[in-house]
């Protein structure tokens, strides 16, 4: 049983502002575990508009009350820890386990036992921290119907941008990115993938689905052009309080065209009457067994550097892909 329950917890104090403080885990209650970090991954989408004070008011209504202020703040959703004490009341043979948790980014985070997301050890932990993108790719690709032979345009190489182009390709699908970094655009060719610059990107109105993954309101008027007749749009960034004018004139409603949100807390209703969020994390559970994956994660860095590492990410995003803090 572990005595040192102080731990290192990441704030978000106020727009461009972060900090790791300490904190402390209180005794455990029945029915909990205790797990330590080994991992988490830091969301360029989300998180970045949370550090630039972009979000909105109140910023993740699963969790806020209404006019709860943004700041300060813990936030993440990509922790991948080990159990290393049980509570009363959970089985002892638990310790030990590796698990994946929508937590925020710290050392220690107590876990309701029944709602534990088991990992397989064998998933490295920088890799496993992808779990949380995968789900918002998965039910990406369920929003937009893709089916085999189905051509896809994918906007954004961003880390949900390239989950949603590889798992679109192997449901079948003709799949072009679009993204100007070229880090991003090598890792789609080396998964056998078609990606181009925006500049090189010339919409011909013949996809079938056509996904907005940039993190830009102003795509949406791209991804219009890129859509055939009665195409779906699919809009898998969060926006926050940005907004840009979208054309829906002629072309948006001769086409027939029909713009559809996707959003992970919920499964999609072509889905929910056979899917649980348990079958969800399944699929993704075997997902993270591609070794492939791996093109996307940069080298971890320190936790202790996390005011560096977002100031990075604001000034060159397109460096990174899957930013990793470690935890040692």
């Not at 909990?32 to 830091?42: E, Q, W």
């Not at 043979?93 to 050392?107: K, N, Y």
């Not at 119907?145 to 182009?165: F, K, T």
């Amino acid at each position: 049983m572990t005595r040192d329950r102080r731990a290192r917890e990441l704030w978000f104090t106020g727009p461009h502002a972060v900090e790791v403080k300490a904190g402390f885990v209180p005794p455990l209650a029945p029915g909990h575990v205790l797990a330590r970090a080994l991992a988490s991954g830091v969301s360029q989408g989300t998180e970045l508009l949370l550090y630039r004070g972009e979000g909105p008011v109140p910023f993740d209504p699963s969790l806020d009350a209404p006019r709860t202020p943004t700041f300060p703040r813990r936030y993440g959703y990509a922790w991948v820890g080990e159990v290393v004490e049980t509570g009363a009341g959970v089985d002892a043979s638990l310790a030990g386990t590796r698990v994946f948790a929508l937590a925020a980014h710290g050392d220690l985070h107590a876990l309701d036992a029944g709602a534990l997301r088991p990992l397989d050890p064998a998933v490295p932990p920088a890799r496993a921290v992808l779990a949380a993108s995968l789900e918002t790719a998965v039910t990406c690709v369920w929003d937009g119907g893709i089916a085999l032979g189905d051509r896809v345009v994918v906007l954004g190489g961003g880390v949900v941008g390239l989950l949603v182009a590889r798992l679109a390709a192997r449901a079948g699908a003709d799949v072009r990115v679009v993204e100007p970094s070229s880090r991003r655009r090598s890792v789609a060719r080396g998964w056998g993938l078609a990606a181009v610059t925006p500049d090189a990107d010339a919409p011909g109105a013949d996809a079938d689905v056509v996904v907005e993954a940039t993190g830009d309101p102003g795509a949406l008027e791209r991804a219009i052009a890129h859509a055939a007749f009665e195409a779906t749009i699919v809009v898998a960034s969060f926006y926050g309080t940005r907004a840009a004018a979208i054309p829906l004139g002629a072309d948006f409603h001769r086409r027939r065209l029909r713009l559809q949100s996707s959003q992970v807390s919920a499964i999609p209703p072509g889905h929910a009457r056979r899917w649980t969020f348990a079958r969800r994390f399944e699929l993704v559970r075997a997902l993270l067994a591609d070794a492939a994956l791996d093109a996307l994660v940069d080298p971890a860095v320190s936790f202790d550097d996390a005011r560096a590492v977002y100031e990075r990410l604001e000034r060159a995003p397109g460096d990174a892909i899957q930013t990793v803090f470690e935890y040692g």
